[in-house]
């Protein structure tokens, strides 16, 4: 079984200063590679979403592609149109997607999110729940249903929780809060243990 990842990190970082928040440091080491360590033991390959400074991002790994220009702006949702023409992650059997701003992701995420695969077999598309709120941002999906975000964007519709609803996808529970936070803000990662 093929599991890839796709690490999105395409977003303008207007609560970061504007800053490429995949490269903003903690602990000495940009955001993107720690999220990187945590999910590299798990998967097969991973691919980044990136707008800004593709080289830097395609030193970590070859597999770097922005947003295609019709969908540019359009946040997130963006990056899984694009991903739907990307002929590597179409190889995959399930595709696992990130932000770049989650450095503490578990190390049980993808194994987690197969256990429950497995558990629902006609599902194609999960997302993760901790005991305070929906993580719409981490999915666990068949690569095959990212060409439904295109008409979905063209719609008019831009939230990945709408597209997820649409997608009948399951959730994947976990306990630790942590292990999800994500950093949006200079102040936010201040804060960071």
Known sequence: MKIYA?????GMGSRMDNADKGLVHWHNRPLIDHVIERIRPQVDRIAVSANRNIEEYAARTPH?????RQWQHCGPLAALCTAANDLLLAQ????????C????????LVSRC?????RTPL??????????????GVMF???QILQSAVPYLYSGMRTIRGWLQQQRARVVPFDDEAAFA?????????EMP
Do not use: C, H
């Open 114 to 118: 197969l256990a429950m695969a497995k």
């Open 141 to 143: 999906i068949r690569p």
């Open 101 to 108: 701003d989650m450095p503490l992701l578990p190390e049980n």
């Open 182 to 190: 994500n950093y949006n803000t200079p102040e936010d990662l201040k």
């Open 64 to 68: 770097v592609f922005p947003d295609a």
């Open 123 to 136: 599902s194609n598309a999960f997302y993760v729940e901790t005991p305070v709120r929906q993580q719409y």
């Open 6 to 10: 796709l690490i999105l990190a395409g």
């Open 92 to 99: 995959a059997d399930w595709l696992l997607i990130v932000p």
